[in-house]
């Protein structure tokens, strides 16, 4: 295999590994800092829904090292465990955004819905990416890996978030609060010079995830301040109506 190719065939496995180093690192002061200390007491919940997402971007990056390094049999041997892994970040997504949701009434927040619309969408861009990834699974490996990578875009820009609640904004509203997600965003420049250097295009599904992702995160913090989401539309979709 000449050289670049064996380059452009580590680009899903080398991208995996940098989400999942940037999801376990992005939690140091909001959680494993606090849970090793003991200064602060988390709901079992909590507990849970940080293993299955850790479980799922660690997962990610294994299964994306052992295609590029030839086990295929294996990583599809350990499919089912994402699927099911996958398949249940969303409950445990929005009900941990219920039980914020709660926090903050009780403290007498202004808009205790307003951060409920990053769990909404980014749970929502997951799942359809990565249903659309189990269903290419056997069927399509261009779009299967593409989908799986933008699913994990998903979750990567929810993760970097954390670091807001510890530093001081740099930037004003609303490009602070768009900040973590268009950050993540920048793994679509990065998928899209790949798919140019491999494909000689742009694939659709890169299109069609940066069409859907940058909008939606530019948008979200706009909506999440606006009486329409918090007066209407959270409380009937998470429950509170």
Known sequence: MP????????FFANA??????LVVSSFPVTYFGPLLSGSKQFLLL??????????????????ANLVAGGKVRLHRELGLAGVALGGAMVPLG????????????????????????YNFFDLTLFACFFAAAVYHASRNLEWHRREIYVAAICVVGPAISRWELVLPPPLP????????????????????????RALGRIHPVTLFAAAVLVPFNLVEPLLGRSEVWNATLAPHLYGFR
């Open 46 to 63: 909590r507990h849970l829904h940080g293993a299955v997402f850790f479980g799922w971007i660690g997962l990610y990056a294994w299964q």
């Open 94 to 117: 929005m009900w941990l955004a219920v039980q914020a949701i709660e926090e903050r009434m009780a403290q007498g927040v202004a808009r205790p819905f307003e951060f409920a619309v």
């Open 173 to 196: 509203f609303p490009l602070f609060d768009a900040l973590p997600n268009l950050v993540a965003d920048l793994f679509l420049v990065a998928l899209a010079l790949h798919d140019r």
């Open 16 to 21: 995996a590994i940098l989400m999942a180093v």
């Open 3 to 10: 050289p670049a190719a064996k380059a452009r065939s580590r």
